[in-house]
């Protein structure tokens, strides 16, 4: 990356900036979940959709993501120490919601 171009915010962004990605994140800040609670966690979001963004976020190195060899097949995904980095941004995020939902 060309250091006369780069941009933290821009970096960071790419890695959490759709609309599906912080909140995922944001809801792994408790602890580690099963697929289906966190998807469920998650209003609007398609199967299709949550499997890209976990993928994604898997693949950027901020999620974890357990596969238990069991019948019914259990999936669970946690935040990675990466991931749990960004408690404080999201935690942010989430409060400024809430005061300004209720300015």
């Known amino acids: 990356m060309n250091k006369n171009n780069y941009c933290p915010l821009n970096y960071t ?3 959490i900036g759709t609309k599906w990605k912080p909140l995922i994140l944001f809801h792994l800040l ?3 979940l099963r697929s289906g609670i966190l998807q469920k966690q998650i209003i609007g979001i ?7 963004t976990v993928r ?3 693949k950027d190195g901020l999620v974890v993501r357990k596969v238990y060899a069991v019948v019914p097949p259990k999936v669970e ?3 990675s120490t990466r991931g749990e980095s ?3 941004i999201l935690r ?3 409060q400024w919601g809430a005061n300004d939902l209720n300015s």
């Open 13 to 15: 962004m790419t890695l």
């Open 92 to 94: 942010s995020l989430d």
């Open 56 to 58: 994604e976020l898997e």
């Open 30 to 32: 408790e602890g580690a």
């Open 86 to 88: 960004l408690e404080g």
């Open 77 to 79: 995904y946690k935040l």
């Open 46 to 52: 398609s199967n299709k959709m949550f499997t890209q």
